[in-house]
């Protein structure tokens, strides 16, 4: 027999599929505790440590905390207008693989032998090769945005929109 879909259902109801639950939720938060502290820790120290509202630039314990605050708010409102976990990953995968894969190795390559980022240079096979994947990048990168925005909108029209009640 093949597994359900959603493996917790493969846990029949009674005390394991509480503790189970249990220890799903315990995982997710140390999870986001784990992976916000870095995040935070790198919003710090970009930009966050130049806010001086409220004396914040010099209240760290006090900016930390609104700074916490803030990711943890922001993370709300994203998963709970992209409430389909398949629809967050299509969006994360379309927003940062082709940029990271395709797109930032040409225009790296393109810088590194000194030719316009957006124009032929010499006309070289290389030249030539690194425009066609820039241009080639930003066509995917579009489409794949597009694609999954499509299929956000399609779920809020089949299960209703984001911060709905069901």
């Known amino acids: 027999p093949d597994p359900p879909s959603l493996l917790f259902d493969a846990i029949s109801s009674g005390p394991q599929r509480r503790i189970a639950g249990f220890l799903l939720w315990v ?3 140390v999870s986001f505790a ?3 502290q870095a995040l935070c820790s790198s919003l710090d120290r970009l930009k966050f440590h130049r806010v001086t509202i409220f004396g914040l ?3 760290h314990k006090t900016r930390w905390a609104v700074l916490t605050f803030l990711v943890a708010i922001s993370s709300y409102f994203i998963a709970n207008a992209v409430p389909f976990f398949k629809d967050l990953v299509a969006l994360i995968g379309a927003l940062t693989s082709v940029p990271l894969t395709l797109l930032l190795p040409a225009l790296f390559h393109r810088k590194v032998i000194d030719v316009p980022l957006f ?4 006309g070289s096979s290389s030249d030539i090769g690194s ?3 820039v241009v080639f990048s930003v066509i995917f990168l579009v489409c794949g ?3 999954s925005i499509f299929s956000i909108e399609m779920d809020w029209a089949n299960h209703g929109p984001p911060f709905a009640c069901h």
């Open 145 to 147: 945005v597009v694609g």
């Open 27 to 29: 995982h997710v938060s």
């Open 119 to 122: 124009w032929i240079g010499s």
């Open 131 to 133: 425009l066609f994947l």
């Open 57 to 59: 630039g010099k209240r």
């Open 34 to 36: 784990i992976n916000s």
